[in-house]
DNA sequence: GGGCAAAAAGGACATTTATCACGAAAATGA
DNA sequence: TCATTTTCGTGATAAATGTCCTTTTTGCCC
């Protein structure tokens, strides 16, 4: 059984068998092959995914046709377009899988219901989105106040398995670099 | 009075008079003058501060001595370290104002508190605390896929009035370039 | 297994940005 | 008010990064 959820979960609050079968309830699992895009500009975003397993990216492309890459999501994440899906409008960023990948995904209104009926969760996904604007806030210092160079060894050094898994193209992009540069980083000139 | 707390919790969630009471006696008022520094780096973040008048910002400073803005906070916003309050951990930010500014503040055992006690509350720092978030991974998007000065004129048409607050060097920190940079796109070389 | 498309590497050159240096203008504080 | 910082703009040069291109390698799909 898929019990990551409840893992992540109780690393925040702990829950009884039958709490966590409440929670959920509110969930439904869906699969998704890779290069399957999930959420597409322009549409309404209606979930929030949780990975069990694979692997996504959310990014936005530009009227030019480049690809910027503001998340990847591996097992144990989230990912969505937030902006999207708390305020009910239409995407602006694009949701696709690297990966061949397994989720649980819920609606804004069973997470707000969740939230409603079930103070634990509301505490849960307090604590959860404040450590996101936390993470966020120290990748902002890093763009700001790093160079190139020291951007991708920091991300070599946090998620060294990411290189593996996905083209240094998409690395780039998510360092706010171009592939020529990154490979010039890469091999030390 | 200040209500403008009572304001931005209202935009949320609505409050009896009794309610607001309640939520207000969380809080200490303290006034600050410019220069004065808020958070150390290195210390214990006890408080979060809600802005009530003036301007702040956080920022971090590396080994070098060089400084890097990774907010400002104005009438209506919040400022703090989030990683050393939300963790109780020593501050690698310092906050520090930028003109006189009156503030409310929270202790992490006060606001806890108040969540706990009025689902209200959690409710709105969760949604609070959401559209951070968002306007976090906007600004990364900026940061990666945007030249500096369309940041810099992204940033004219958001905050026109800041430009006339703060030295154009601290806005150069906040984009990310040097202040020699800023002036020259300011220019149009 | 073979063919094809994607990915990676690298060269040559253009552009952007950082760095250092200097002087003028503006703001600040005694 | 006056002296002292702070701020701002600008030039010259170096460094970093982007752009465009070709070649090689890799990996994927039928």
Chains 1, 2 share one sequence.
């Not at 692997?55 to 994440?77: C, T, V, Y």
């Not at 990966?99 to 804004?108: A, C, G, K, P, R």
Request: glycine share 4%; net charge positive; proline share 2%.
């Amino acid at each position: 059984m898929s019990n990551i959820l409840r893992q992540q979960i109780e690393r925040i609050v702990s829950l009884t068998d039958e709490e966590y079968a409440f929670v959920l309830s509110h969930f439904t699992s869906k699969k998704f092959k890779k290069h399957q895009i999930i959420i597409r500009e322009g549409e309404y975003v209606h979930n929030d995914y949780f990975l069990l397993s694979g692997l996504m990216k959310s990014s936005h492309i530009n009227p030019e046709g480049r690809e910027h890459i503001i998340q990847f999501a591996m097992q144990d994440w989230w990912i969505t377009d937030p902006q999207a899906y708390h305020n009910e409008t239409k995407a602006t960023l694009q949701v696709d899988c690297l990966e061949d990948s397994e989720t649980l995904f819920i609606t804004l209104e069973n997470r707000e219901k969740l939230c409603r009926e079930m103070q634990k969760m509301e505490y849960f996904f307090r604590k959860k989105t404040t450590a996101g604007y936390i993470a966020l806030q120290r990748r902002i210092l890093c763009l700001i106040s790093s160079t190139a160079k020291e951007r991708y060894e920091n991300l070599l050094t946090q998620y060294p398995g990411l290189f593996q898994r996905v083209p240094k193209s998409l690395i780039a992009s998510y360092l706010g670099v171009t592939r020529e540069t990154l490979s010039r980083l890469a091999n030390n000139n």
